[in-house]
């Protein structure tokens, strides 16, 4: 009879030719959001999809879960932080969901997704929702075909939520957005009372390349390895891990606008710091990747937000900016250039909003994700639904559906539910986090004025990007900052920041 070692050696194979079959599609999903031409996504979306149908049908083949039921004694015996058995508790929960989506379904889900992305990259820019509104349609449908291969939940949306953070449903996000939403809008309120912050500054023409050179200089002073990774243009930024070494972030530029590319790429390089700094023996396994969405938002909001929009963070590399573009900044002060980078305004885009009003964004996709799931509000309805929204909780309406219902590519190239949560549940983790750094490491906010960048992120590889999905998200905050999910360290944040900026 083979010996636990054994059989935990067959498991990690077997993983592994599911991670390599995972990472062959995200090479694909890559190269489809850079540089595939448009001609390519009829087959494109069936080579996606036959490589997830083979990856669903080699995880949950029985042979795998027999290996699992096997190895419960060998897990059982060892202490609860050791990696075996954080690895065998980890596929154990990835078994018993996946094994209720039949693969085919999987396929489906992800050739259609791979066809609407590419119509959605056609249809935006020319402000064209009805020509994507049936292919929205079928992904509603399919969303709500995925929620009801799961059994036990309250909600629709519950087992969609729980993919992506885990131990959330829709009663405790509704639960947390209510709290925070008590606070932030007398605090929004508040803010843009005031005459608004001028950033003109930031709208002035800047190459493209210039651009790129800087994000680059900041972020592998960060300690992104451009060795283990490289940054490409998108429509819409995103961080993707294609295998063990080879993490790659993509920005999107404006030559008019010099926060677009900047933040976006601070933002995804911390995303990709998160990956990169997995344990390499996690390789191959269920553990090689962040833990949840929202931890692994909290990642890329600490350095885009609590890093790369901070006084200490501009003291340092203000000089540089203004060396890089002269004409744009030499006649811009420092206190000026952060005013306008930390300017409160309600706006239309989420990936352009500002920390305070940020949130009220995601609070407004994440009702209409709920309001489409239960079938509330139909896919032909969804434009007027989301001006009527940013009406009632910004009082702004967008001009065209490029700004409202079509600016995010969520529901265009995955399903609709469980994802927009956790960019809230980020934002509020990455304080917690942060002010446990700052205990640990109390040099780490003049170190950030100096543009040194070691302390933090090894407080953060050491607590956090180490573990991967060894520990669940609310183990992992309960280890790293001893008490559950918390608004206050946040909000304190928030409150202190603009509280300065603004006087109040």
């Known amino acids: 009879m083979a010996s636990a070692a054994e059989k935990l050696a067959e498991l990690k194979n077997r993983l592994l030719?599911?991670?390599?079959l995972e990472g062959a599609n995200a090479v694909l999903a890559w190269d489809q959001s850079t540089y595939m031409p448009g001609g390519g996504a009829s087959a494109r979306g069936r080579q996606?999809?036959?490589l997830m149908?083979?990856?669903q049908e080699k995880f949950t083949d029985a042979a795998v879960g027999q290996l699992l039921d096997d190895l419960q004694p060998y897990a059982a015996s060892l202490p609860d932080d050791h990696d075996d058995a954080a690895l065998i508790r980890a596929t154990q929960r990835r078994y018993q969901r996946d094994t209720q989506v039949p693969p085919t379904f999987i396929a489906n889900l992800y050739e259609h997704a791979s066809q609407t992305y590419q119509v959605w990259a056609e249809a935006r820019p020319a402000n064209d929702f009805k020509r994507v509104q049936p292919y929205l349609e079928r992904t509603l449908d399919l969303s709500r075909q995925m929620a009801e291969f799961y059994t036990?939940?309250?909600?629709?949306?519950?087992p969609l939520i729980g993919l992506a953070d885990y131990g959330m449903k829709a009663s405790s996000v509704r639960q947390v957005f209510a709290e925070l939403r008590s606070q932030l809008v007398p605090l929004v309120e508040t803010i843009t009372a005031q005459p608004l912050a001028d950033d003109t500054c930031l709208k002035q023409n800047f190459s493209?390349?210039?651009?790129?050179?800087f994000g680059r200089k900041v972020i592998e002073r960060f300690g992104y390895d451009f060795n283990s990774g490289r940054q490409d243009k998108t429509h819409h930024p995103f961080m993707t891990k294609l295998g063990s070494g080879d993490v790659r972030i993509t920005t999107r530029v404006k030559e008019h606008s010099f926060a677009e590319a900047f933040f976006s790429t601070t933002h995804e390089a911390g995303h990709a710091l998160y990956e990169q700094g997995v344990n390499p023996t996690y390789a191959g396994t269920p553990l090689d990747g962040g833990t949840s969405n929202g931890v692994h938002e909290s990642q890329s909001r600490t350095w885009e937000n609590l890093v790369s929009r901070s006084r200490g963070f501009w003291e340092h590399y203000y000089p540089e900016l203004q060396h890089a573009f002269p004409a744009q900044f030499k006649s811009v002060s420092l206190d000026?250039?952060?005013?306008a980078i930390n300017k409160v305004q309600r706006?239309?885009?989420r990936t352009e909003a500002d920390e305070v009003t940020y949130n009220l964004h995601v609070m407004i996709r994440f009702e209409l994700e709920l309001q489409m799931l239960e079938g509330q509000l139909a896919v032909k309805d969804l434009p007027e639904a989301w001006h009527a929204a940013y009406q009632a909780d910004l009082g702004i309406r967008a001009p065209n559906d490029i700004n409202g219902c079509m600016q995010d590519v969520h529901w265009y190239g995955g399903h609709i539910g469980g994802v927009f949560q956790a960019y809230t549940l980020g934002n509020i983790l990455s304080a917690q986090f942060f002010s446990e750094a700052v205990k640990a490491q109390p040099a780490i906010p003049s170190e950030l004025a100096q543009g040194q960048f070691a302390s933090l992120h090894a407080w953060l590889k050491e607590n956090i990007y180490q573990h991967g999905s060894k520990y669940t998200a609310p183990e992992l905050i309960e280890r790293v900052t001893g008490r559950g999910l918390d608004i206050n360290p946040y909000m304190q944040y928030l409150r202190s920041k603009y509280g300065e900026l603004y006087q109040l």
């Open 17 to 20: 030719e599911v991670s390599d």
């Open 347 to 349: 706006s239309l885009i």
């Open 152 to 158: 036990g939940y309250e909600h629709i949306a519950d």
């Open 336 to 339: 000026s250039f952060y005013r």
């Open 48 to 50: 996606m999809a036959t």
């Open 208 to 213: 493209e390349d210039e651009q790129l050179a």
């Open 53 to 55: 149908r083979l990856a």
